[in-house]
């Protein structure tokens, strides 16, 4: 009786604190946005960064988050990425509920009445007539199954099956062992899938409420009644429990993921503490509300919808895999699927610094740790492994961002090492996996040459990432490392091609040979979108050409003069051309290159052309459909593009520098990690108020379109007031800095 | 009874087909040979192959094979390496019978009455007044452990425990579980050790004859009696098993082993069919005795011993670990501890390809595999993880030796991919794991310069494994790849000295800077010996200077002509000098760059001085002592040289060629794997008749000093008259091929 008391007080107290410290702004995510249309979204349970991403594998198990909108429902399985493109990862540890005998060639079900909200998702398998709800915390997943009547009611677990597609992942082996009537364990190992890792494997230990009248397993294709285990010989198995059900009986399913050992994945579920639905899924919203409240909006409910969704994507990756690492033993954190830096360094990153530093330090610390144990940073990684990179060495702008934030509590002498191993020593073998490729020919001619794939990209964002060890050698006192790297991020202009011209400007990114000529120009264009083995990874000349964003100002300069690169801005974000099968826009904020170019007015002092770009963007890429997201999120990419600028200013990120843009909402309160708020106000907002009229910055007057990290980062106050007219504001102010004129 | 008298039926048909195929050789064996004196050969029980090596871990646990001579021992573990050097491997899963309570900072005892025989090892725990007797089959290992009357008498199993040294080994995390009173299973992860490689796993599972009245485990440095089981976080654990014993009571274990999951230990335990000592020990020896008895010999008993224990060590690694790969799925086999090839191609492997081909060709077979999964055939492999590379890509001449010895099977067509992957694209970042370091220098300059380390070794071996390249290349018909690798197999040539003068003799392998320049004679002498960082590996200019087995003819030239070769190689097996400690020859058959050196006469014309130096060599550095082999044995090289030229003929590897030298035994008839056999007699053979005065191969008449695998692949007849001067045989005969003669 006395402890009833004492749980019943601490009930209150928590209550209580929930009451004061959060708000229930999980209404407003709605994880269906951006599952459709190339988002690629996760869209099942989950919480910030947990390690178990509960969901659906549907139809051909080819969608890269495992759920489809139409295919059939193979089971739910455990692990899974976020908004990533390319070849599918992870679909472990896959469960459902069905009746009657199994059928291991094709047991999947048509599906019905699909749920899906915050930490939620619950479906009806017509094939079957049975029901599932799904909920999950970092480690572990909680299954209802709701079955119809029948002696013949299974839960089968499977272990042979992933999501598969090109770049495809392949089964190494599973082990499976049936402990008593009510609990399995076991573990499933793969190797490939986009980042084309080793091999991972992901062990399991579930438990049941109910005890099954019978058991068994399979392996390969087939069953073994009765058999309670099944031996790795590389291939795959799985178990089966049986129960007798009334109509809609339910029986419930724990079961704890690991990376370590099957012990360990039962020891994850100690976070599982009730076998009530309700009762986890709620732990599993506080910890969004936790981040979400974080950020208090005034505005409209569609915005605030859209905002809070994005959020939430942005904070689902990288993984949190603290205690989790099969690799090495460390004191140090570890976050695994970083799905890719290529993608995230841009805006995501960026993101978790200014609302959650403490995270941000953590990640950058995994990603010394794992240079320390796996030879380089990665600029991708999934499944314990290294891999791919798609163009520059991009931890190196991870790292400037950190010092030049002022992130304590990171070993930036090691990391400094570590990028200048990026920068000096070849990959080797698999240049695709990580550091630079190619460094052959761009450390000896300044450029990497057409002989190597993905020689412009390469070649432009190795500068910006020189610039970023130039950054940090230069704040730790290596004054000739910093020099060194300073002059060797004026690379990009080695591949500088004046003679060409395009649509009235001149002066592009072209391919040039080991021998120093250039491609002709019947063998290339500006127009020319490429992949792995092209000279542009997912750019073209004409949008890659801006890609100069720690010198904007000698850019500005290379395409003649700032009347000129206005003009060349309006031409990239206002031609169309046919696109084989439509009319396209040279720029496509579904694409990560671009990520940084509306905020180039600014550089020439027009940052309401700006504010134009970016509000016609978020109004008009991003909505609250499934589609509601402009294209791939890139593990959040998208959504945190969306999210700095709704704020009002977006992050050059490697440089202690925010650019001003058009802020979406009335108001807007950051709650930041050391107890400050930034307050955002942006007086008259609205969708035809989009040009900042004047601007206070902690109660200064602000001219410049642009201001620091450092000037935010204890908080204060950033105050706009918006009008339907462009103004005079931030045209003559200060510029914001470039390498070559700072 | 009718099962009883079925098995006594097979019993007595196992019986009867064992004396007629096979003679008791295994008494020959003594694994005592070669522990000692840095050895290193692991004296524990073991079978051909064998994935388990179950041996006791002594003092530091620094020793490479577990064992020392005197330490106190800490346990036995299940899986060992022999006869490595550098720093240690393995060493897991370590069991230990004691009496009392546990002391997990240090439960080693003294040790007495220690008994080596072939598969079987037994001793005395002072300590604890304890015995062990143990022995092993491929997959699993055998423990029977004699108690004291005790109420406290435990077996204790540590998953934290393993051989550690410099280079050394790290615990990444371990889990255990007991499973019943009589069962215990779990894991132990380590990375790290000589080959510098990634974590593997070992799982287990043991099983007891006798159930324990209590149990429990640890963790870290804590006991937790009654807890059964331990959950991983990065931390050691362990668990017991604890006794009530009468004066002698027995408690036997057996433990299966793998590298996949705990299920799949417990299935390797099928092969352990008895609980009787005996038994199980007379399965491994019987599996010795069918190795053993491919070679039988008529001879002193004292060389007998040496010889066939020489086999044993032979037959140790590398481990067939076929279906224990947990890397990739794979119908291939799967050899581990390759260790390192760098040894192996000399004379191992070319022992198997003649003794047992089948198995020499899955060997290959795996190597390939690994290319293709893992990006570069291994030059070393341990742990399933490449590492390292000492020299060239040493995997070339394994594959060429292959070819030219006609073994089916192998896909040669990737095989020579993989060559010329070696041959042309860089490892990366560490390029100590795999494939060719330095080669920006070598495919461009035609060396390694002295701005890369081991820069002559590297120069030296990758030509010679270039002409393996162009070998496989030409056998192929691809005759422009064949002439591009010949052209580059005569690269050693660049650093090739003519001004450096020694000992009377001009022209020397030399450093050279990547300008052109030679390193001056006051940086660099012909007597520097060096390791990883330095210009040669484990090795001297005087030495390494001979290492062109591709074109000893051009070497001979370059030395001034045959006689002055005769006199350069004299200087070499006769001259001492002071080195440091003592004085010491320039030959040391402990190194293996000076293997082939010896039969360097039969290419001048004088096979009667290669008999004078192999001869001594066999005489003065093997012997039946626990310091019985003349250094490390580097995974069983030092005991295949010994081999071939005890049977009086050495292969040159890479070739299909081997040399003459001194038959030791009066006759020896190898059983081959086609059935046939080769009888080789030497009449008049003995310590005084060293000299062969003249052959008959297959009935004809042998004036020249060699032949090729294809004159005794089918069998045949090798007959040598042996003398005590030297004859006119072989002086005047056709000379053994070399690249620039042929």
New interface residues.
């Given amino acids: 009786m006395k402890n009833r008391i004492i749980i019943f007080v601490i009930t209150l107290f928590t209550g209580v604190s929930y009451a004061c410290s959060q708000v229930d702004l999980s209404k407003y995510v709605d994880p269906y946005i951006g599952v459709d249309g190339g988002g690629n979204v996760f869209p099942g349970p989950c919480v910030p960064f947990g390690m178990v991403k509960l969901g659906p594998d549907c139809g051909n198990k080819d969608w890269n988050a495992g759920w489809d909108p139409t295919g059939n429902i193979h089971g739910f399985s455990h692990v899974h990425v976020s908004g990533t493109g390319g070849g599918c990862k992870y679909g472990n540890i896959l469960m459902l509920p069905i009746t009657g005998a199994i059928q291991l060639n094709d047991y999947s079900s048509p599906r019905s009445e699909e749920a899906i909200a915050l930490s939620s998702y619950s479906v009806k398998l017509d094939r079957y007539n049975t029901q599932a709800r799904l909920t999950a915390l970092s480690k572990s997943g909680f299954h209802e199954y709701t079955f119809p009547e029948s002696n013949d009611s299974k839960i089968i677990i499977d272990l042979g099956s992933f999501l598969q597609s090109h770049e495809k992942q ?4 599973s ?1 499976v ?1 049936i402990l008593s009537d009510t609990e399995v364990e076991g ?1 499933s ?1 793969i ?1 490939g899938g986009w980042n084309e890792g ?2 991972y ?1 992901v062990y399991f230990y579930a438990r049941f409420d109910t005890p099954a009248k019978e058991t068994g397993t399979w392996k390969s294709n087939r069953l073994y009644p009765g058999k309670l ?7 795959k198995t799985g178990a089966y429990f049986t129960y007798q059900t009334v109509k809609g009986q339910k029986v419930c399913a724990q079961v704890g993921i ?1 990376f ?5 994945a ?2 994850n579920l100690e976070e599982m503490k009730s076998w009530n639905f309700e009762e986890v899924r709620n732990t599993a919203v506080n910890q969004w509300n936790e981040i979400l409240s974080k950020v208090q909006l005034t505005g409209s409910e569609e915005n605030k919808k859209i905002f809070y969704t994005a959020m939430y994507h942005s904070f689902l990756q990288p993984v949190n895999r603290t ?1 989790e ?6 004191d140090e954190p570890y976050y695994d699927d970083y799905f890719a830096i290529w993608d995230t360094f841009r805006a995501t990153h960026p993101l978790f610094t200014l609302l959650v530093p403490s995270i941000q330090t953590d990640m950058i610390r995994s990603l010394i740790d794992i240079y320390k144990h796996d ?2 940073m990665p600029d991708a990684r999934s499944g314990n492994d290294n891999g791919r990179v798609q163009g520059g060495s991009d931890c190196d702008i991870l790292i400037a961002d950190a010092m030049v934030k002022g992130l304590k509590g990171i070993d930036y002498e090691t990391a400094l090492q570590s990028m200048i ?1 990026n920068a000096e ?7 695709r996996k ?2 630079r490729g190619g460094i ?1 020919d761009y450390n000896t001619l300044g450029y990497v040459s057409t002989r190597h794939e993905r020689a412009g990209s390469r070649t432009f964002e190795y500068a910006n990432c020189d610039f970023a060890i130039a950054t940090v050698a230069k704040r730790l006192g290596k004054q000739e490392i910093a020099e060194k790297y300073y002059q060797r991020s004026n690379n990009w202009q080695n591949i500088w091609n004046d003679g060409i011209e395009s649509l009235g400007h001149k002066g592009f990114l072209w391919p040039k040979n080991a021998d120093g000529s250039w491609c002709p120009e019947d063998k290339f264009s500006v127009f020319t979108s490429g992949t792995w083995p092209d000279f542009l990874y997912e750019t073209f000349s004409w949008e890659m050409s801006f890609y100069v964003p720690h010198d904007v100002n000698k850019l500005i300069e290379k395409c003649g003069g700032k009347k000129q690169f206005i003009n060349r801005l309006d031409t990239y974000f206002t031609h169309e051309r046919w696109d084989q099968r439509w009319f396209m826009g040279l720029f496509q904020i579904s694409n990560e290159p671009g990520f940084l170019v509306p905020t180039f007015y600014n550089y020439a002092g027009r940052p309401d052309k700006t504010a134009e770009v970016v509000r016609k963007t978020l109004r008009t890429r991003y909505n609250t459909t499934r589609e509601g997201i402009p294209g791939n999120d890139d593990s959040g990419s998208m959504s945190s593009w969306y999210i700095f600028h709704a704020l009002g200013f977006y992050p050059n990120a490697g440089q202690d520098v925010y650019l001003i843009s058009s802020p979406l909402f009335q108001a807007a309160t950051l709650s930041l990690e050391n107890g400050k708020e930034l307050k955002i106000t942006a007086k008259n907002a609205s969708d035809k108020n989009i040009y900042v009229q004047s601007v206070r910055l902690n109660g200064k007057e602000l001219d410049k379109c642009w201001f620091r990290h450092t000037d935010i980062a204890n908080g204060g106050s950033l105050e706009f007031i918006m009008g339907s007219k462009p103004s005079k504001w931030g045209k003559s102010g200060e510029l914001p800095p470039s390498l070559s004129t700072n």
């Fill in positions: 392949m089964l190494v082996g082990e062992r573990y190992r190797r080793g091999p494997t285990s099944q031996t790795d010989t590389n291939e690991s370590m050992g099957t012990n360990k039962k020891a205690g690492n099969p690799k090495w033993a460390s030879g380089y191993k020593i070849a990959p080797g073998g698999d240049e990580e550091g052959d």
